[in-house]
């Protein structure tokens, strides 16, 4: 059963970085962590066209951001059909998790899991079964949250809704700071203060982007009226959509958080 704590500070996924790693960019690339006060980095172990991670690969990254004081944590977005054997999709997160001494696993729980409420729920036992004491379990997933699940919705929430922490994805939503808080509210009925805000670096659907961008949703998403950061932390997604300004954003943030 996983215990680990809800992690601290800045998060970021991670795409590119695993399938085109190669160690005379590692120094850049973990530059670049740092100068964002970086405490985890989520590598992708899986993708949704299938796509999978090689163990050596995952293992050279873990270990060059481990010597950085990095935490390294592994995420899977499951195609549809992967989801459809959910004991394999589950070892297959865990060993990716494990072979690289990952501290946290993370599934992204998004369209492909539609309509496969009992598949999810197979899967979370069993990734939950395979972690330990050590392990941190997130899930990272988009949209609005129910105060309790519609009848006929098909989407999994019964699945994951108080599942380990929750990375709420609030990539659109960041831009209103009334729909953000409310929606961060309903998600902490929930998972209570294990709720973390997912943030995006890439342009939004208004044209909105850049590093005054992203000071407005951290401070929209992660301040409450009183002017206090009442949030663990905050991700974002994603390392190759982030440049220097916004990385200085972060870093500034963070201190500021006493992250």
Known sequence: MAGAATPRGIGVYTSRIVREWDDRHAAKEIAEYCEMACRHVALCVEGSKGWRAEPSVLADVADHLRAAGISPWVYALP?????QQPDVLADRLADAGESCGAI?????????????????????????????????????????????????????????????????????????????????????????????????TYQRRDGGD?????????????????????????????????????????GAFSARAGW
Do not use: K
């Open 210 to 250: 850049g590093a005054e961008r992203l000071r407005s949703d951290i401070e929209r998403t992660c301040i409450d009226d009183a002017g206090a950061v009442d949030v663990p932390g905050v991700w974002l997604w994603q390392d190759s959509t982030t440049d220097a300004a916004e990385r200085a954003v972060l």
């Open 79 to 83: 195609s549809r059909e992967a989801w």
């Open 104 to 200: 946290g696993w993370v599934p992204d729980v998004e369209e492909q899991a539609r309509g496969l409420h009992g598949h999810v729920s197979r899967f979370r036992r069993r990734l939950t079964d395979r972690a330990n004491e050590r392990v941190s379990i997130g899930v990272t997933y988009y949209g609005r949250i129910p105060l309790a699940p519609p009848r006929g919705d098909a989407f999994p929430w019964a699945a994951i809704l108080g599942w380990g922490w929750a990375g709420y994805q609030l990539y659109e939503t960041a831009a209103d700071r009334h729909a953000v808080r409310s929606r961060m509210a309903t998600a902490r009925t929930h998972w209570g203060a294990d709720v973390i805000p997912h943030l995006a």
